[in-house]
């Protein structure tokens, strides 16, 4: 649904607007030589693009994997308006990224598979792999991305070398090393909203073989949504974020390299603004509340709400070159703390609270009040891995390794029987230990004849153990409610995963490829009981996925395109059915889910200073599971339910053949650039698009919880020199709004995503 006039404005920026290049800082004629100017660009053709997805850095095109890269203007576009990691949703095909918790909480989804749960250990089949360590639990998997010196996305199961939890694949962050020279930079942007993006790096050798770096960011935005509830105006919706990383690192020889990092965030801010009744009732569409249009910075809630988060990590890596081998070892422990507490039923008041509440509930029925908090008391993550790769260029190639895990988890999660109470009405509290090994292996071997052949296979061991309990109760006319003695349920498992590749070089511009891989996410355990009485346990899961592509550089070097399609399927594909009559979240598991698609990525640098670039995926689920019900929405009035009614259980539904949710069938993303040398330096223009098509917010399918699409494009004009970079830009130039995720429990919920912003950068190198 279109909910803004918008063609004028797609027109007047795509016109006077064109791209930069889709590699992000390793995109090379060499690889170890800096990236080329846009100026330069247009002569040179399209650079290579050097990633590290089998944990070497070779050439995109001569690895036989669907790789996608975001590029360095694209990352600072979307970071100036002080996005967090979610604004990279749909900057490459067959991504997308969402949040009920807000900045804190991302939920990775790639090629439609991800998990919506919103509990605090829920599991995700898509990794996020910072520095080549696998951040597991979903408030680890915020951490922003500042001072990267690339970002991939790994597309399907990549078990085979890294671990944990892939099967649907990775997005992965290499951040710049502190022995980099000539990368010291400060940007310092301003916006709408008093919205501050700061970023800076400095960094390099202090010594004989000895060199740091440090580096920061700070986002900060002013309360600008008014919540008419309260007197005066923008009371939510502001947030301080600060990261910052230190590493130093020595190399006494060429043999030896050492390394030590610590980072940290300190998150201030509110949680997730809900917005009752926000869907008119029989359509998708945004209503505001007083039903005429919506307002994105108008709300009417009567719960608390604020967020912090800290999380603390520090590493340690090691290579040893060998000769013939190199070995690695990467240790690493993280520490985080959150509390997060918001106005669930997203409104003010409600109608069958009783004494001491208002029955003139706003905006539109609201049939009960909910406000809960969820923290984490205390999550400690510690990894380790040893690895050792050979060294050679040809012929036969292999790695191998061991990788372990364990993580130890404190979940409290708190009902409140007022909006402003802070005594909680009852309180569930969980502990989880996960433990898991993986050994490892991989080989390749490189023919004369341009083919390559790659196989790898991994031996994973999960093992579980959650115990949780109700406190206390103080709702006595509660369904399932009272006190909850200690329970305890684990879950344990083991897999052996594999791969098989081949790519073929049929001249020095088109190589051809295909892949079979078996991916595996360990069993997920759920012990959020404030709701109901009983932890649930889904199976482990496991995918068999087929691949194959062209990747072709043509035309003199001047447009690269790629093309890859698959198939997967996934038995016992782990699901989460949240809200509902019950407000549940429980764990269940779908007999299979199938899914096909393709991906084409092109960039072209036709002339000097101008770039192009384009991705389009298009990606089909399917759930297939004859028995398999949910409870569908709880909302008053009733959303439109178009599944079948289970006649043995009238308040659950079937979802066989339904798609799964936040999974667009087709992704489009664009930029356009251009450069013209002025003085010193030159004027620029970039722009950057971004559009998916309908998605489904729950497992089974409505009218109201659905969002048909979206469509949000930035724009960025300014002039810089070898130094200095001033720019002027605007992010959700067309101001779409559009809803991205639901609350079904209690009302018509709605989350929606973030309004335009306008405003200045300042970059300086040096």
Known sequence: MRRTSQTSLIALATACAFATTPAFAQETTEAAQPAPTADTAGDQ???????????????????????????????????????????????????????????????????????????????????????????????????????????????????????????????????????RNNHNYARLSYGSYSTVNAEAAVGGEVGEGVSVRVSGLWQHRSDWIDNLAEEGSNDLEGYDDFAIRGQMQWQPNDQLTLRVTGQLRDLDGDARIFRANAIEPGTNNLIGLDGGDFKRDEVITDGLNFQKLKTQNIAGNIEYDFGPVTLYSITSYWHGKLKSRGDIDGGFGCSFCGPGFTDNSEPGFIPFAAQSQDDIPDLDQFTQEVRIASNNSGGLGYQAGVFYFNEELEIESFDFGAPTATDPSAIVRQHQDSKAWGVFGSLNYAFDNGLKLQAGARWNSD??????????????????????????????????????????????????????????????????????????????ETTMSYEAGIKTVLFDRKLRFNLTGYFFKTKDLQLSAVGGVQNANLLLNADAVKGSGFEAELEARP???????????????????????????????????????????????FIDGNSLPQAPKWTINWTAGYEYPVGPGSLYVFTDWYHRSKINFFLYESVEFTDDQLLEGGLRIGYKTDRYDVAGFVRNITNDESAVSAIDFNNLTAMVNEPRIWGVELGVKF
């Not at 360095?72 to 990224?97: C, F, H, Q, W, Y």
């Not at 409870?631 to 539904?653: K, Q, R």
Request: hydrophobic share 35%.
């Open 45 to 179: 053709g399209v650079g290579d693009i050097v990633v590290t997805a089998t944990r070497r850095a070779e050439n995109l095109q001569d690895i036989p994997v669907s790789v996608a890269t975001v590029d360095e203007k694209t990352l600072d576009a979307v970071m100036s308006g002080g996005a967090d990691i979610r604004g990279l949703s749909g900057r490459v095909p067959s991504l997308n990224i969402e949040s009920s918790f807000g900045r804190t909480f991302p939920r990775f989804y790639i090629r439609g598979l991800g998990n919506t749960d919103f509990d605090l250990n829920a599991s995700q089949p898509v990794s996020l792999v910072y520095d080549d360590v696998v951040l597991e639990n979903p408030i680890l998997k915020g951490f922003p991305a500042f001072d990267v010196d690339r970002i991939e996305v790994l597309r399907g199961p990549q078990g085979t070398l890294f671990g944990r939890n892939t099967p649907a694949g990775i997005v992965k962050f290499d951040t710049v090393r502190p022995d």
């Open 463 to 540: 093992d579980k153990e959650l115990t949780a309990d109700r406190e206390f109760d103080l709702r006595p006319d509660f369904i399932g409610g009272g006190p909850v003695p200690e329970q305890t349920i684990e879950a344990d498992d083991s897999v052996l995963t594999w791969d098989v590749s081949a790519i073929h070089e049929l001249n020095q511009d088109i190589n051809i490829y295909a892949r079979i891989a078996k991916g595996y996410r360990a069993p997920s355990l759920q012990g959020r009981i404030l709701f109901d009485r009983d932890p649930s346990i889904a199976d482990s």
């Open 607 to 653: 002339v000097t200073g101008l770039s192009l670039t384009a991705g389009l995926s298009y990606n089909k689920t399917k759930i297939h599971d004859d028995d398999l019900t949910v409870e569908p929405c709880g909302s008053v009035p009733a959303c439109t339910v178009l599944d079948p009614i289970d006649p043995l259980h009238p308040t659950n539904v």
